[in-house]
C-alpha cells in the first residue's frame, strides 16, 4: 500500500484463513469441556490441578495424569492490570482488566479479562465469574470475560400521578393567577393564613372567610442556598420566611432583585410577578420577592 | 402503675457511607443480633416487634417492615412498623417501652435503620410537587433559615457552630461504631469548607450513613444482664403551619421535655441529667436544643456550648458518642440516642463512657421540627 511518507510502506502478513491448532488430547478436552460451558483443569501425578491444563507438568516435566477436575465456575484474582483504553484485538472494546485467575478447586492461575467498570472495582482477591458467550464453538473466548460477582441491582420505581389542585389549593391559585395572595381568617382565633387552607392548624376549625392579601410583606428569615439541584433555582438562591402584610403565618418564597448577601432579617419586599400575559394559576406565576426599598422592620 | 421497662440489650452495627456487603434484611439483622446478645438471649425470648425507620422514598422499599419480618425473627409474632420522620428512632423505642409498661409483653426487640446508601436523602426530602416553586433543597435548606433567626435572636456569635462541629467529631474519634473519623479535625478545618446553606457549612452537617440499631427491652421480672432503665419517656408533636409556631424553639419539643423531666422527678436537667444525647444534625442544633430542653435559659445556650459545659469533660457532656453529626443512618439516629443514653447509665460506653454516669437523656426530633421524642433512663430502678 502506498504511503503519504517516502520510503514508508504498510504491509500484512496474515496466513489466509488463520493457522490451525492441532489441540492434542489435553487441551482439546479442555475446550470441549468449555464448548458444553464448563471448567476443567487436569490433575499432575503429584496431585495438582492445573488450569488451564497443560500436557506436561512444568514443574517434573512428566506428562498429566489423564483425570480431568471440574473447577470453578467461580475463581479470585490473583493479580491484575487494568486497560484504560482497550486496542483492537482485545476482547472487550471498553475499559477492562487482565487478570489472573485462580478458580475454585484449582492450583493454578488462568489468564483472561474482568469487566469491573473501573478500576477500583477488581483487585487481588477480588470475587470474579465467567460470562459465557451466546454460542461457543471450543475456544478460550467462549467466556467472553469474567465479571465481579452481583453485589447490587438497580431497581427503578416510578409513579405518575395527575395532580388535580382542587380544594384549598384550588382556590389559591386561581388568585395566583389573578395577581393576588388568598388567604384565610379563622373564625376561632382570628389568624389569616396564607396560603388559603380550609381548616385552622391551631383550632381545628373550618375556615371560611376568604381575604386577600397585598404583595408585600417582610423577611422574617431566609437561607443562602449554595447546593445546586436540577429542580431548584441557579445558585446562590434566597429562600425567604415572608410575612405578607396581614398574615399571620410566613410564606416560603425566593427573594430576587438583590445580591443574595444584602437580604436582612426585617427587609421590606413586594411580590414581582410575570408579565400578565404569561400568569397562570401556579407560583412560576410570581418570580420572586424584591426589596421595596421602605426602611427594615423591628422584629421582636 | 405503669410496670418497670428496662433496655438489656443494645445492639449496633458500624455506620458507614456504604454497607455493600449486605441487604437491608441483613443490616438489621446484624443489629437485632448483637443486642440478643448482648441480653444473652435469642430470638425465642422475644415476645413483639417494633421496627422504625425514616421515608419509605429514602429506599424505595414500600412497607419494608414486611419484607424484614423474617431478618427480625418476627414470624408468628406481633410486628409493627414506626414512622415520625427523623424522631422515628426515638419513637420506636417509646412505643417498645409502652408495651412492656402497660403489661402487653415481657421481652420487646425494637429496631431501626437506614440504608441511605440505596438512594439519596435530600432527594428525597425535596420532590418538588407541581404549582409550587422549587425552594427548599434537603435538610440543610430547611433548617437553614431557623438557625439564622436564632443567630439573630440571641447575638450568638458566627464560630458557635464551628465549636460543636469539632467537639462532636472528637468525641466520635472514641466510638468504634461511628461513620466520621477525622483526626486532626479544628476549627479551621470546619471554617474552610464551604457554606452549603448559608449559614451552615458542610462540616456543620451531619453524614449519610447506612446503619441499625436494635434494643431488647424488658419488664422487670424478665430482665437479664445489666439493665438501663427506663425513668420517663414522652412524645410531642405540633402543626407545623400553625400561626405564631416558634420554629427556634418549638413548643413541641419543651412540652415533651417537661413531661419526661416530671416522670423523671428532674428539676434542674443541667445538674441532675449526667450526660444527653440529644438530635443535633446541624451543629448549631446544640446551643438551640440547650434552650428547648431547658439546660440553659433563653438566649443563652450558645455561652454554654462555648464554656466547653457540653464537653465530653465538661459538667454538661452532650453527644459523647459523636452525635447525628458524626453518624448519620436517619432512621436509626433517634434510637442510637436512646441506645447511647442506655449504654452510658449501664457503664458500657467504653471511650466515650460519662465517669458515674447515673441519669441520661435520649432525644431525637423530626420533620420540620414538629416531632419529637425523649426518654430518661438510669442506672437505678425508678
Request: charged share 20%; hydrophobic share 40%; proline share 7%.
Amino acid at each position: 500500500m502506498p504511503s503519504d511518507e517516502p520510503l514508508t510502506a504498510e504491509h500484512v502478513l496474515e496466513f489466509p484463513g488463520g493457522y490451525t491448532r492441532t489441540t492434542g488430547p489435553v487441551i482439546g478436552r479442555f475446550l470441549t469441556e468449555l464448548r458444553a460451558g464448563r471448567l476443567v483443569g487436569v490433575r499432575t501425578a503429584e496431585g495438582r490441578v492445573l488450569v488451564p491444563p497443560l500436557e506436561y507438568d512444568p514443574a517434573t516435566g512428566e506428562p498429566v495424569t489423564g483425570e480431568y477436575v471440574e473447577v470453578g465456575p467461580a475463581g479470585t484474582v490473583t493479580a491484575c492490570a487494568w486497560v484504560p483504553e482497550p486496542l483492537d484485538g482485545h476482547p472487550l472494546d471498553r475499559p477492562f482488566a487482565w487478570a489472573l485467575i485462580k478458580l475454585d478447586g484449582a492450583d493454578t492461575a488462568l489468564v483472561h479479562a474482568v469487566d469491573a467498570g473501573n478500576p477500583k472495582a477488581v483487585a487481588a482477591g477480588t470475587r470474579v465469574w465467567p460470562v459465557w458467550r451466546g454460542e461457543r464453538t471450543g475456544h478460550i473466548t467462549d467466556i467472553s470475560c469474567f465479571a465481579p460477582e452481583v453485589t447490587k441491582i438497580v431497581s427503578p420505581v416510578r409513579s405518575a400521578y395527575t395532580l388535580r389542585a382542587g380544594g384549598a389549593l384550588g382556590v389559591f391559585l386561581e388568585g395566583i393567577g389573578r395577581g393576588v395572595f388568598v388567604g384565610g381568617r379563622c373564625g376561632g382565633c382570628g389568624k389569616v393564613y396564607v396560603p388559603y387552607r380550609l381548616s385552622c392548624p391551631e383550632c381545628g376549625l373550618r375556615i371560611a372567610e376568604r381575604t386577600e392579601l397585598p404583595g408585600t410583606g417582610t423577611v422574617t428569615t431566609f437561607a443562602i442556598n449554595n447546593l445546586p439541584d436540577p429542580r431548584a433555582p441557579e445558585v446562590p438562591f434566597v429562600s425567604a420566611y415572608i410575612l405578607l402584610d396581614g398574615a399571620d403565618v410566613p410564606m416560603i418564597a425566593l427573594v430576587g432583585g438583590v445580591p443574595a448577601h444584602e437580604v436582612r432579617h426585617g427587609m421590606r419586599v413586594r411580590a414581582v410577578w410575570v408579565p400578565e400575559d404569561e400568569r397562570k394559576p401556579s407560583m412560576a406565576s410570581v418570580r420572586w420577592f424584591a426589596p421595596t426599598g421602605e426602611p427594615d422592620v423591628e422584629l421582636s | 402503675m405503669a410496670q418497670r421497662c428496662a433496655v438489656i440489650g443494645v445492639g449496633q452495627t458500624h455506620y458507614t457511607t456504604k454497607r455493600r456487603d449486605v441487604s437491608m434484611a441483613g443490616l438489621v439483622r446484624e443489629a437485632a443480633l448483637r443486642a440478643l446478645e448482648d441480653a444473652g438471649l435469642t430470638f425465642k425470648d422475644i415476645d413483639a416487634v417494633v421496627i422504625g425507620k425514616a421515608p419509605d422514598l429514602f429506599e424505595g422499599v414500600m412497607m419494608p417492615e414486611a419484607y424484614l419480618a423474617d431478618a427480625l425473627g418476627a414470624a408468628g409474632k406481633p410486628m409493627m412498623r414506626v414512622h415520625t420522620a427523623g424522631s422515628v428512632g426515638g419513637s420506636t423505642a417509646l412505643v417498645g417501652a409502652g408495651l412492656v409498661q402497660g403489661g402487653v409483653h415481657e421481652r420487646v426487640l425494637v429496631v431501626a435503620y437506614e440504608k441511605q446508601s440505596e438512594s439519596n436523602a435530600t432527594w428525597a426530602l425535596s420532590t418538588h410537587l407541581p404549582f409550587s416553586s422549587s425552594l427548599v433543597v434537603g435538610a440543610g435548606g430547611y433548617f437553614a433559615p431557623h438557625i439564622r433567626e436564632y443567630m439573630r435572636r440571641t447575638g450568638a456569635p458566627g464560630h458557635i457552630g464551628t465549636l460543636v462541629a469539632v467537639k462532636d467529631r472528637l468525641n466520635a474519634l472514641r466510638n468504634p461504631y461511628a461513620h466520621l473519623k477525622i483526626p486532626g479535625i479544628d476549627r479551621a478545618m470546619v471554617e474552610s469548607t464551604p457554606m452549603l446553606w448559608e449559614p451552615i457549612r458542610y462540616l456543620e452537617t451531619c453524614p449519610s450513613s447506612d446503619g441499625a440499631c436494635a434494643l431488647v427491652l424488658s419488664s422487670e421480672r424478665a430482665a437479664t444482664g445489666t439493665p438501663a432503665w427506663v425513668h420517663g419517656g414522652a412524645m410531642r408533636s405540633e402543626p407545623i403551619f400553625r400561626a405564631g409556631r416558634d420554629t427556634v424553639s418549638p413548643q413541641a419539643g419543651k412540652d415533651c421535655a417537661a413531661d419526661v423531666y416530671r416522670q423523671a422527678g428532674v428539676t434542674d436537667p443541667r445538674r441532675q441529667i449526667d450526660v444527653a444525647e440529644v438530635y443535633v444534625p446541624f451543629s448549631w442544633y446544640e446551643p438551640m436544643w440547650l434552650e428547648n430542653l431547658g439546660f440553659a435559659a433563653e438566649g443563652e445556650g450558645w455561652k454554654l456550648t462555648e464554656s466547653g459545659a457540653t464537653a465530653l469533660d465538661g459538667d454538661t457532656p452532650w453527644n459523647p458518642s459523636g452525635g447525628v453529626l458524626s453518624s448519620n443512618p436517619i432512621g436509626a439516629s433517634g434510637l442510637i440516642r436512646f441506645a447511647e443514653a442506655a449504654l452510658q447509665v449501664r457503664g458500657a460506653a467504653g471511650e466515650h463512657q460519662v465517669d458515674g454516669a447515673r441519669l441520661a437523656l435520649g432525644h431525637a426530633y423530626g420533620g420540620g421540627a414538629q416531632f419529637f421524642a425523649m426518654w430518661i433512663v438510669g442506672r437505678e430502678k425508678p
